[in-house]
């Protein structure tokens, strides 16, 4: 299936952030392209704002039944997600899927979102690892908030190269849930993590901020 039209500007402009990075332009060149840039900025902020995902929080059901209600509440947010979304340009991308009760992300980490030299930034690959634990609650039929998230880094993650990130629910104590992951470049351990999430209600949560 061919990308969306939104999904090809994310795409472009998440291949720009990166090439800027990347390469190192002339001064006359740049401020081409800023200004170029400034007019199509100009343009996408000139427009109608979007709808939220969801059109209203009393369309959600509450509480989530099964997994379809919240994979389907998972799909409506993804799209715009910061590791998995494809329509988000500030994202990194990744893909997505599922090996039986295990959520897989992988993901190519860019120039943009270097640590070290080389490396990716170990703050991108926490946010990897907490996205991916979300889809786990998802395919559980779950909507659920990180309590906290103990990260232990192995070793360094390359740029340009995939990371993939395996997370899975480890344990159900009513509200609380247990989730690890392992995250690995090849056949190298990067890192592993545990985290505690606590089931909650979307509605009030997807109703916006409080006021």
Same mark, same amino acid.
């Given at each position: 299936?061919?990308?969306?039209?939104? =999904? *090809? @500007?994310? %795409?472009?402009? #998440? !291949?720009?952030?990166?090439?800027?990075?990347?390469? $190192? &332009?002339?001064?006359?060149?740049?401020?081409?392209?800023?200004?170029?840039?400034?007019?199509?900025? =100009? *343009? @996408?902020? %000139?427009?109608? #704002? !979007?709808?939220?995902?969801?059109?209203?929080?009393? $369309? &959600?059901?509450?509480?989530?039944?099964?997994?379809?209600?919240?994979?389907?509440?998972?799909?409506?947010?993804?799209?715009? %997600?910061?590791?998995?979304?494809?329509?988000?340009?500030?994202?990194?991308?990744?893909?997505?899927?599922?090996?039986?009760?295990?959520?897989?992300?992988?993901?190519?980490?860019?120039?943009?979102?270097?640590? %070290?030299?080389?490396?990716?930034?170990?703050?991108?690959?926490?946010?990897?690892?907490?996205?991916?634990?979300?889809?786990?609650?998802?395919?559980?039929?779950?909507?659920?908030?990180?309590?906290?998230?103990?990260?232990?880094?192995?070793?360094?993650?390359?740029?340009?190269?995939?990371?993939?990130?395996?997370?899975?629910?480890?344990?159900?104590?009513?509200?609380?849930?247990?989730?690890?992951?392992?995250?690995?470049?090849?056949?190298?351990?990067?890192?592993?993590?545990?985290?505690?999430?606590?089931?909650?209600?979307?509605?009030?949560?997807?109703?916006?901020?409080?006021?």
């Amino acid at each position: 299936m061919a990308p969306s039209s939104r =999904a *090809r @500007v994310a %795409a472009a402009v #998440r !291949r720009l952030g990166h090439g800027v990075v990347a390469h $190192d &332009l002339a001064d006359d060149d740049l401020e081409t392209i800023a200004d170029e840039l400034e007019g199509i900025v =100009a *343009r @996408v902020t %000139a427009s109608p #704002r !979007r709808r939220p995902p969801a059109d209203s929080p009393s $369309d &959600l059901p509450a509480p989530l039944e099964d997994e379809r209600d919240a994979m389907a509440l998972f799909a409506s947010l993804a799209g715009d %997600a910061v590791v998995a979304g494809e329509t988000n340009p500030l994202g990194l991308g990744a893909r997505f899927w599922l090996e039986e009760d295990t959520a897989v992300v992988e993901a190519v980490v860019g120039p943009a979102f270097a640590g %070290a030299p080389g490396r990716a930034h170990g703050g991108i690959l926490v946010t990897v690892i907490d996205e991916t634990m979300g889809s786990v609650l998802a395919h559980h039929g779950l909507f659920a908030l990180t309590a906290w998230l103990h990260v232990t880094f192995v070793a360094a993650a390359p740029l340009g190269q995939p990371v993939t990130t395996r997370a899975w629910l480890a344990a159900r104590d009513g509200r609380k849930l247990t989730i690890q992951a392992r995250v690995q470049a090849g056949d190298t351990l990067v890192a592993e993590a545990e985290a505690l999430f606590v089931a909650v209600d979307p509605r009030p949560f997807l109703a916006g901020p409080p006021r």
